[in-house]
């Protein structure tokens, strides 16, 4: 560090200015010495303190301060009494500072305040170079010097290197020594260490944690003789083979052959079900040609619309499960309906019955049944097909429901009468194929099997003047095929009718002349297009936005022909109030059944009598509601 020398100045203004300007050497103009504000204290008669610092550029780089963790280090409180204070280098090798030192005691000393002769001071001075050496005034810190210097040795100023911090900076070195003291108390070095010890011990041996013993012994739990398998004298008892469960078949498979026509529902007297079937059978006879068909006006049509309504005893629960297929039997005389349902079971209501209910339940089938028709030709008998692989024909003279076509392999999707007597069927299956049968030869085997699409069929219609047509709704793809040309692969339709996107859940040909197809699609559209000329592609008459969005819990939406009028069709809704909807081929809608307080489902499938205004509607929980005026 730098020595310090004091000299003492005391002189009148004129002979220290003197003095100063005699004496000040000219070859070295770095060289400053008192400041007009000292002379004007020596000319008052004070007494002026220089503080000569001949300086080097190592010593001001160990001059400058020192940053708090140095500072700790140096004047740590671990560290002896003699090592707190900081030590003041001195230089041997600059005699200036010496000879500083000599001239700043003697004027101490002096009684009179003479400074000594300045020659001498300069002389010697002159050994300093330039560069290194400086005389400066601290004004900002004359007033400290002599508070400092006052009653103490000027030896002892200089070796303590506190006396050559400022105030500030000194009250800084005393905060910082006690705080170091104090977290030096707190020992937080040697528990960091210490805990980074044994965490190291404890990763380097692998010290798992062991879990305590239970000092409580555990409490034994009572069980009966029963349980341990024990007799009342402590014999054990045999063990007992275990038995497999029972596996429960959500379809079980029904014997082939005629099944008898017994009610489930046998809450009800044989007297009942005889009595129904025998209503069953007087019914029936009827001439087919009562039951032929007319066009009417159309005004006259939504007016007879108009006076149909659903009464409280017209809705009724048939069957057990969702409604899969639904027929209306064509007499006038008497309204006997039909349900077939997602188990297999039949229900046929009789609306007119004196009984309770008068609903009858059968279960000619294990799955659902998607397909039945009461024969046009003789109504006592009611054809019905079911995904099982069976087709079977209740007939209500014999009291059975006899088999008509049977697959181990197929499922089967629907059926539709090829001949008018109803002695022909063409059968879709859900693998593509179509299956012709005939009735009249006896077993269960079909006549012919033809693959007629790729993916699936999901309806066949026949139709109804030139009945060598069917058309096969399948999973995009709608066409027209004749029965005289089928074989059992590579099969062309003769028409195929365009504009679906999606999969199709239904395509019926209209009920008097055949001349208009009506399909059910999934991308939420019902078209209809003119099939009065059979061209190889049919193009879209009209489409008809329509929601046919059921999703999973709601059987699909078939739009079918209202039998009594060639160009109106009806299907179920989506719409609020739910309702049952009946549109016009152009587009147009032309009613909508409804009844708030009764009918709060969607009828998904439908069916209209053939002469009377009368619709039936079935929904998902087995529930029919009849519409009639």
């Known amino acids: 560090m730098p020595l ?237 083979p275990a038995q497999p469960e029972p596996v429960i078949d959500e379809y079980p498979q029904l014997p082939p052959g005629p099944l008898p026509m017994v009610p489930t529902n046998q809450n009800k007297s044989s007297e009942l079900t005889d009595g129904f079937l025998d209503t069953w059978t007087k019914i029936s006879q009827i001439n087919p040609n009562d039951t032929e068909k007319h066009i009417c006006n159309l005004e006259r049509y939504k007016a007879s619309l108009s006076h149909m309504i659903l009464s409280e005893d017209a809705v009724t629960k048939v069957v057990k499960n969702r409604i899969y297929s639904v027929a209306i039997h064509p007499s006038e005389s008497r309204t006997l309906v039909a349900a077939g349902d997602k188990s297999g079971q039949i229900g046929l209501w009789d609306l007119n019955s004196k009984s309770e209910d008068g609903v009858y339940v059968f279960i000619p089938h294990s799955q659902p049944v998607s397909c039945m028709y009461f024969s046009p030709f003789n109504p006592v008998h009611l054809l019905s097909l079911s995904y099982d692989g069976t087709v079977r024909c209740g007939d209500v003279t014999r009291a059975i429901f006899e088999e008509v076509y049977r697959s181990e392999e197929k499922r089967f999707s629907s059926f539709d009468f090829l001949a008018n007597n109803a002695s022909t069927l063409v059968v879709g299956q859900w693998d593509g194929d179509v299956a012709i049968v005939d009735r009249r030869t006896p077993g269960t085997s079909s006549e012919l099997t033809a693959n007629v699409n790729a993916k699936t069929t999901r309806t066949v219609h026949v139709h109804p003047v030139n009945r060598q047509y069917f058309i096969a709704a399948g999973a995009v793809n709608v066409c027209i095929f004749d029965t005289r040309y089928l074989k059992p692969n590579e099969n062309k339709p003769i028409s195929f009718l365009s504009g679906h996107t999606k999969s199709v859940a239904s395509a019926y040909f209209s009920p008097i002349t055949g001349n208009r197809v009506v399909t059910t699609c999934a991308d939420d559209m019902l078209r209809v297009y003119d099939t009065s000329s059979l061209s190889s592609t049919i193009s879209v008459l009209t489409a008809v936005r329509h929601n046919n969005n059921t999703g999973r819990w709601l059987t699909r939406f078939r739009a079918i022909w209202d039998p009594k009028q060639e160009d109106c069709f009806v299907v179920g809704s989506m719409a609020r109030p739910r309702q049952i909807e009946i549109f016009q081929d152009t587009g147009e809608q032309l009613h909508s059944f409804y009844n708030v307080d009764y009918l709060g489902s969607v009828c998904s499938i439908n069916a209209v009598h053939p002469t009377k205004n009368i619709l039936v509607g079935g929904n998902s929980s087995g529930r029919l509601h009849v519409f009639k005026d």
């Open 4 to 240: 310090a020398e004091a000299a003492t100045l005391g002189a009148e203004e004129p002979l220290a200015r003197q003095r100063t300007q005699e004496h000040t050497p000219k070859d070295n103009p770095g060289m400053s010495y008192v400041s007009e504000k000292a002379e004007r204290r020596a000319a008052f008669g004070k007494q002026v303190k220089v503080l000569l610092t001949p300086l080097s550029m190592e010593e001001e780089k160990r001059n400058k301060r020192l940053p708090q963790k140095r500072l700790l280090e140096k004047f740590s409180s671990t560290e002896g009494p003699s090592e707190r204070e900081p030590k003041v280098k001195k230089s041997r090798d600059d005699p200036t500072s010496q000879q500083i030192r000599d001239v700043s005691y003697k004027a101490s000393s002096s009684p009179q305040g003479v400074i000594p002769s300045m020659s001498s001071l300069h002389h010697k001075s002159r050994m300093v170079s330039p560069t290194n050496a400086s005389v400066t005034v601290d004004h900002d810190s004359e007033n400290n010097w002599d508070t400092d210097s006052e009653g103490s040795n000027s030896d002892v100023s200089y070796v303590d290197g506190s006396s050559q911090l400022s105030a500030y900076e000194r009250k800084r070195l005393k905060n910082i020594t006690e705080n170091a003291n104090f977290f030096a108390s707190l020992k937080l070095l040697e528990s960091a260490a210490r805990l980074r010890k044994m965490a190291t011990k404890g990763q380097s041996h692998g010290i798992k944690r062991v879990k305590p013993k239970k000092t409580e012994a555990e409490t034994v739990r009572r069980r009966s003789m029963r349980l341990q398998r024990v007799d009342p004298s402590g014999v054990p008892l045999p063990e007992i």
